[in-house]
T-cell receptor
Framework: GESVGLHLPTLSVQEGDNSIINCAYS??????FIWYKQESGKGPQFIID?????DKRQGQRVTVLLNKTVKHLSLQIAATQPGDSAVYFC?????????????FGTGTKLQVIP | ETGVTQSPTHLIKTRGQQVTLRCSSQ?????VSWYQQALGQGPQFIFQ???????GRGNFPPRFSGLQFPNYSSELNVNALELDDSALYLC?????????FGPGTRLLVL
């Protein structure tokens, strides 16, 4: 498989504060981006997605920002709660040989301090 | 819950053995993708099945193979297991662009 970092970057946030998790993607041809949340011992859980023709999309307490110029994606979580503690992955999706391949980033561990 | 189930939840094998992992996709989802997630890393794409045909593959050797059945459930087979195959194996089902993941199968190769 492809090599990725062995050590997850960690973001510690006080409960009630806003969290911002950043991600740099590599493929300028990617046309769809997704944020996943993965709690310990579970599979990734879909949070929010955004297409490449948009630069912002809002969900419930979450906002995704896309900057295609610098190939940067961010996830903002408002009023962070202890239940938000997890590893967050950004993923990019683009056509590759006739199918849609999803490539995951390294992940960021979010720790919410009560 | 995503409606995607995987079995078994945990599995221990020894080097050289073969393993089969199973995935039931969410109702109506005709595409299943398999991923390998090593500890502390993001999921790595193994391959994808669409309507019983493999239509994409990541950088994994041929000893990783799969099947998709008419009801869209799927199997991942790994032959000649190596120690580095120890990981969480995830399947994800989709109908359109969004993939929904199962809880995974934790494989330990001794």
């Amino acid at each position: 498989g492809e090599s990725v970092g062995l050590h997850l970057p960690t973001l510690s946030v006080q409960e009630g504060d806003n969290s911002i998790i950043n991600c740099a993607y590599s493929n300028s041809a990617s046309d769809y981006f997704i944020w996943y949340k993965q709690e310990s011992g579970k599979g990734p859980q879909f949070i929010i997605d955004i297409r490449s023709n948009m630069d912002k999309r809002q969900g419930q307490r979450v906002t995704v920002l896309l900057n295609k110029t610098v190939k940067h994606l961010s996830l903002q979580i408002a009023a962070t709660q202890p239940g938000d503690s997890a590893v967050y992955f950004c993923a990019e999706k683009g056509a590759s040989g006739g199918y849609q391949k999803v490539t995951f980033g390294t992940g960021t561990k979010l720790q919410v301090i009560p | 819950e995503t409606g995607v189930t995987q079995s078994p939840t945990h599995l221990i094998k020894t080097r050289g053995q073969q393993v089969t992992l199973r995935c039931s996709s969410q109702s109506g989802h005709n595409t299943v993708s398999w991923y390998q997630q090593a500890l502390g890393q993001g999921p790595q794409f193994i391959f994808q099945y669409y309507r019983e045909e493999e239509n994409g593959r990541g950088n994994f050797p041929p000893r990783f193979s799969g099947l998709q059945f008419p009801n869209y459930s799927s199997e991942l087979n790994v032959n000649a297991l190596e120690l580095d195959d120890s990981a969480l194996y995830l399947c994800a089902s989709s109908l359109a662009e969004t993939q929904y993941f199962g809880p995974g199968t934790r494989l330990l190769v001794l």
